[in-house]
């Protein structure tokens, strides 16, 4: 059965970064591409870009531009997301999720809570 | 971008009743690239419809999508403990992914 396992909750304070892993299991990795999406209570769901799991290629939504990088490890099934110059209003759930097709999204992760505070 | 517009924001129900809720786009998108997720809290969201209409693998057969242009619904025909949570609509096809704003479906 897909199954998308990721890294555990983390604390940050502002400016520094963090990378979120996502394992992928029950299916060929490099079939299917990932998105992350994030959920914080003031905002309800946000997309956040996709990364191609074959070729690493990305598209990012225009708010995270220069702030996020998506990337996969083909060698361990692993999609990765770091956002970087991290600010307390992007203390969210991160969660990772399967492309069907065309940004459908039909399996997600558990999600990883990320709260940046001083 | 194309905005969604879920209503009712809550919708407080009994188990066994009907539960219809609606999602309005900000302009005409095809029905070809409108999903439902079901979440419940702790949990991430879980793909219930897609293509407006096409239950996901494993769905019951009491949700129903429908609908065109800008407005669609989810009915939910007679609802069960575990139906109640919250519901997005989100439409996909092509950047940016977009999402509404979700109904909260409670008992009454």
């Known amino acids: 059965q897909v199954q998308l396992v990721q890294s555990g909750a983390e604390v940050k304070k502002p400016g520094a970064s963090v990378k979120v892993s996502c394992k992928a299991s029950g299916y060929t990795f490099t079939s299917f591409d990932f998105s992350w999406v994030r959920q914080t209570p003031g905002q309800g769901l946000e997309w956040m870009g996709y990364v191609r799991a074959q070729n690493g290629n990305t598209e990012y939504a225009q708010k995270f531009q220069g702030r996020v990088t998506m990337t996969t490890d083909t060698s361990t099934n692993t999609a990765y997301m770091e956002l970087r110059s991290l600010k307390t209003d992007d203390t969210a759930v991160y969660y990772c999720?399967?492309?069907?097709?065309?940004?459908?999204?039909?399996?997600w992760g558990q999600g990883t809570l990320v709260t940046v505070s001083s | 971008e194309i905005v969604l517009t879920q209503s009712p924001g809550t919708l407080s129900l009994s188990p066994g009743e009907r539960a219809t809720l609606s999602c309005k786009a900000s302009?005409?998108?095809?029905?070809?690239?409108l999903a439902w997720y079901q979440q419940k809290p702790g949990q991430a969201p879980r793909l219930l419809i897609y293509?407006?209409?096409s239950r996901a693998t494993a769905i019951p057969d009491r949700f129903s999508g429908g609908g065109s242009g800008t407005d669609f619904t989810l009915t939910i025909s007679r609802l069960e403990r575990e139906d109640f949570a919250v519901y997005y609509c989100?439409?996909?096809?092509?950047?940016?992914?977009?999402f509404g704003g979700g109904t909260k479906v409670e008992i009454k």
């Open positions: 302009q005409t998108i095809s029905s070809t690239y």
């Open positions: 999720a399967r492309i069907k097709y065309q940004l459908l999204l039909d399996y």
């Open positions: 293509a407006a209409s």
């Open positions: 989100q439409h996909y096809g092509r950047s940016p992914l977009t």
